[in-house]
T-cell receptor
Framework: DSGVTQTPKHLITATGQRVTLRCSPRSGDLSVYWYQQSLDQGLQFLIQYYNGEERAKGNILERFSAQQFPDLHSELNLSSLELGDSALYFC???????????????FGPGTRLTVL | AQKITQTQPGMFVQEKEAVTLDCTYDTSDPSYGLFWYKQPSSGEMIFLIYQGSYDQQNATEGRYSLNFQKARKSANLVISASQLGDSAMYFCAMREGGAGGFKTIFGAGTRLFVKA
């Protein structure tokens, strides 16, 4: 158990809908990262928050947004869902957010999103 | 541009033997970190080992060691005394960045099969 929790575990929805994925980082970790893992795109970095502020942006679509709350939990909002958004969405957390080894990222179990 | 390359989609190794999983990277940033993760069939991402760009010695963590060749921009993972439980997908990742934020990029992965 990495200490990172994600809810829900599974989510099935229809095209055009909107969903929210939730992540609670490990105790003491200030950075939260979101990743999308799909068969055709592999593991893609979406976005990072550090202590409530956006720190880095990756291949995140405009239909997707995220935020980190004062208690450091984070939510990833996916809207106008398309079939291609079906994927495993991981949240990870780390102490800080730089390149150092102490910033190893601990991953949550993931949320499997299926868009029908 | 492809920044992390794992050229071995799949590999087989006999139990108790050592195996090397290849990873090459591309960056112009002098400060970066290299990570290896394991993803078993259950789906979770497990951190294995870290190597910093300024580290003089190769990182080791138990049966895992990272063969870091900076001039060649390679960061190969060596697993000694393979066990059946090592059968999994292995991802090489790089974190780079600076004032604009730190991004983590993952390779496509190598699926390792350990034979009894």
């Amino acid at each position: 158990d990495s200490g990172v929790t994600q809810t829900p575990k599974h989510l099935i929805t229809a095209t055009g809908q909107r969903v929210t994925l939730r992540c609670s980082p490990r105790s003491g970790d200030l950075s939260v990262y979101w990743y999308q893992q799909s068969l055709d795109q592999g593991l893609q970095f979406l976005i990072q928050y550090y202590n409530g502020e956006e720190r880095a942006k990756g291949n995140i679509l405009e239909r997707f947004s995220a935020q980190q709350f004062p208690d450091l939990h984070s939510e990833l909002n996916l809207s106008s869902l398309e079939l291609g958004d079906s994927a495993l969405y991981f949240c990870a957390s780390s102490v800080s957010g730089g390149t150092g080894g102490y910033n190893e990222q601990f991953f949550g179990p993931g949320t499997r999103l299926t868009v029908l | 541009a492809q920044k992390i390359t794992q050229t071995q989609p799949g590999m087989f190794v006999q139990e108790k033997e050592a195996v090397t999983l290849d990873c090459t990277y591309d960056t112009s940033d002098p400060s970066y970190g290299l990570f290896w993760y394991k993803q078993p069939s259950s789906g979770e991402m497990i951190f294995l080992i870290y190597q910093g760009s300024y580290d003089q010695q190769n990182a080791t963590e138990g049966r895992y060691s990272l063969n870091f060749q900076k001039a060649r921009k390679s960061a190969n993972l060596v697993i000694s005394a393979s066990q059946l439980g090592d059968s999994a997908m292995y991802f090489c990742a790089m974190r780079e960045g600076g004032a604009g934020g730190f991004k983590t990029i993952f390779g496509a992965g190598t699926r390792l099969f350990v034979k009894a």
